[in-house]
């Protein structure tokens, strides 16, 4: 017997078993259907927002330059040696204080005092080689004298021309001795001057008082100088003053100026920041990888000696302070409402001087459109000048969920 359609649909003739999975499939599809509801309008519903504010304010602004850098001695001295030999002792270390003078190192002179001795025996046989060619010359005139007399004495008969001519070459040769003696004691004393100046060379003396930065020599060592000069001890005259050397960019070097004031840490004092004053800019421009810059040399009071060469420095260069400024924060400038960013974006104007820029005010609940023409930034802060605002209105920096 064939069954009604409508109670097929209805389910009326179907076997009990089959009707109770049926409504329980239907009970699922409803559950399903009511909580994808729920999902799809928590979220398509509309978060409430509120504009957050901040002051115009009235306050001295600060323009400054970044720029990088590391510290130096003022004034570094390399101490060297200039004569060969074995180091017999090294009487200073690292960061050991040295008076002018100090003997910081010395030379086995041993072999220097042999030199010596023998230069000095070369000086005294040549100085009485000197003496002996002097009395040979004497006799040689002496006797040229005697064959000049008698040869006036018999009106040139006796002696004859060629012993006249003998007696006047024995005075020549005489003295051609006499200046060759003279210029070999010469040659002697100057040796010995050299090798005496080598002896006091041999111990190394401080030139300057300072402090010792670094010691390359050790004890039974042995130095060559020949061509350049051997560097046992590098030095810095003084501490309690430094230089940092920054690089600057080419952007920012005309805003920097000698005298300016410097604000800087180190990553050994992360939380102190440190003082100087710029006392040279170099005109010599330096190229690392196509960044051009220029170097900054500024002058540190490190009488307490917490600096040290060599660390690195991050440097805040004062260019300008402006007191009495309408000041208002960046984040103003960069905001704009929903209503009127449009379907592209924008590139916001770099904050120069003259720009003409727009900041939303809050009045009364609703963003106003204020126009800005700007002064100067310190990057938080810009100075602006403008016929509405004024001290404490309210300018929009952002939007967030109002709770």
Same mark, same amino acid.
């Given at each position: 017997?064939?069954?009604?359609?409508?109670?097929?649909t209805?389910?009326?003739?179907?076997?009990?078993?089959?009707?109770?999975? $049926?409504?329980?499939?239907?009970?699922?599809?409803?559950?399903?259907?009511?909580?994808?509801?729920?999902?799809?309008?928590?979220?398509?519903?509309?978060?409430?927002?509120?504009?957050?504010t901040?002051?115009?304010?009235?306050?001295?602004?600060t323009?400054s330059?970044?720029?990088?850098?590391?510290?130096?001695?003022?004034?570094?001295?390399?101490?060297g040696?200039?004569?060969?030999?074995?180091?017999e002792? *090294?009487?200073?270390?690292y960061?050991?204080?040295? $008076? $002018?003078?100090?003997?910081?190192?010395?030379?086995?002179?041993?072999?220097?005092?042999?030199?010596?001795?023998?230069? /000095?025996?070369?000086l005294?046989? !040549?100085?009485?080689n000197?003496?002996?060619?002097?009395?040979?010359?004497?006799n040689?005139?002496?006797?040229?004298?005697?064959?000049?007399?008698?040869?006036?004495?018999?009106?040139?008969?006796?002696?004859?021309?060629?012993?006249?001519d003998?007696?006047?070459?024995?005075v020549?040769?005489?003295?051609?001795?006499?200046a060759?003696?003279?210029?070999?004691?010469?040659?002697?004393r100057?040796?010995?001057?050299?090798?005496?100046?080598?002896?006091?060379?041999?111990?190394? =003396?401080?030139?300057?008082?300072?402090?010792?930065?670094e010691?390359?020599?050790?004890?039974?060592q042995? *130095?060559?100088?020949?061509?350049?000069?051997? =560097?046992?001890?590098?030095?810095?005259?003084?501490?309690?003053?430094?230089?940092?050397?920054?690089?600057?960019?080419?952007a920012?070097?005309?805003?920097? /100026?000698?005298?300016? /004031?410097?604000? !800087?840490?180190?990553?050994?004092?992360?939380?102190?920041? !440190?003082?100087g004053?710029?006392?040279?800019?170099?005109?010599?421009?330096?190229?690392v990888?196509? =960044?051009?810059?220029?170097?900054?040399?500024?002058k540190?009071?490190? /009488?307490?000696l917490?600096?040290?060469?060599?660390?690195?420095?991050?440097?805040?260069?004062?260019?300008?302070?402006?007191?009495?400024?309408?000041?208002?924060?960046?984040?103003?400038?960069? !905001?704009?409402?929903?209503?009127?960013?449009?379907?592209?974006?924008?590139?916001?104007?770099?904050l120069?001087?003259?720009?003409?820029?727009?900041?939303?005010?809050?009045?009364?609940?609703?963003?106003?459109?204020?126009?800005? $023409?700007?002064?100067?930034t310190?990057g938080?802060?810009?100075?602006?000048?403008?016929?509405s605002?004024?001290?404490?209105?309210a300018?929009?920096?952002?939007?967030?969920?109002?709770h």
């Open positions: 017997m064939n069954s009604d359609p409508i109670r097929q209805l389910g009326l003739d179907t076997p009990p078993e089959r009707t109770r999975k $049926k409504r329980i499939a239907w009970i699922a599809a409803a559950a399903v259907l009511t909580v994808g509801s729920g999902i799809w309008y928590q979220n398509t519903k509309v978060t409430p927002l509120e504009y957050m901040e002051p115009v304010t009235i306050k001295t602004l323009t330059v970044s720029a990088t850098g590391n510290l130096e001695p003022t004034n570094t001295v390399e101490v040696i200039e004569v060969s030999g074995t180091i002792a *090294v009487n200073v270390d960061n050991d204080r040295v $008076k $002018k003078g100090e003997v910081m190192a010395r030379l086995d002179t041993t072999k220097l005092l042999a030199q010596a001795v023998g230069s /000095k025996a070369s005294e046989r !040549f100085r009485a000197i003496a002996e060619a002097e009395a040979a010359y004497r040689a005139r002496t006797e040229l004298d005697r064959v000049m007399k008698m040869a006036a004495a018999t009106r040139g008969n006796y002696p004859s021309a060629q012993e006249i003998d007696a006047r070459t024995a020549e040769k005489a003295h051609a001795q006499v060759a003696a003279k210029a070999q004691a010469e040659q002697a100057a040796q010995l001057q050299t090798d005496e100046e080598n002896i006091r060379k041999a111990t190394v =003396v401080s030139p300057v008082e300072g402090i010792v930065l010691r390359k020599v050790e004890p039974g042995t *130095v060559v100088a020949s061509m350049q000069t051997p =560097v046992l001890f590098t030095m810095a005259e003084d501490l309690s003053v430094m230089k940092a050397i920054v690089s600057v960019d080419e920012d070097i005309g805003e920097v /100026k000698e005298n300016q /004031k410097v604000e !800087f840490t180190v990553d050994a004092y992360p939380n102190r920041i !440190f003082e004053i710029i006392t040279q800019l170099r005109l010599n421009s330096q190229i990888n196509g =960044v051009v810059t220029y170097d900054a040399v500024v540190i009071d490190n /009488k307490k917490l600096l040290r060469p060599g660390m690195t420095v991050s440097a805040r260069i004062v260019t300008g302070t402006y007191p009495a400024q309408l000041t208002i924060p960046n984040a103003a400038l960069r !905001f704009t409402p929903d209503s009127e960013k449009g379907d592209g974006v924008k590139k916001a104007k770099p120069s001087s003259g720009n003409l820029r727009y900041v939303w005010t809050l009045r009364d609940g609703n963003p106003l459109k204020t126009a800005v $023409k700007i002064i100067r310190d938080s802060s810009t100075a602006v000048t403008s016929t605002l004024k001290k404490g209105d300018v929009i920096v952002g939007t967030r969920e109002k």
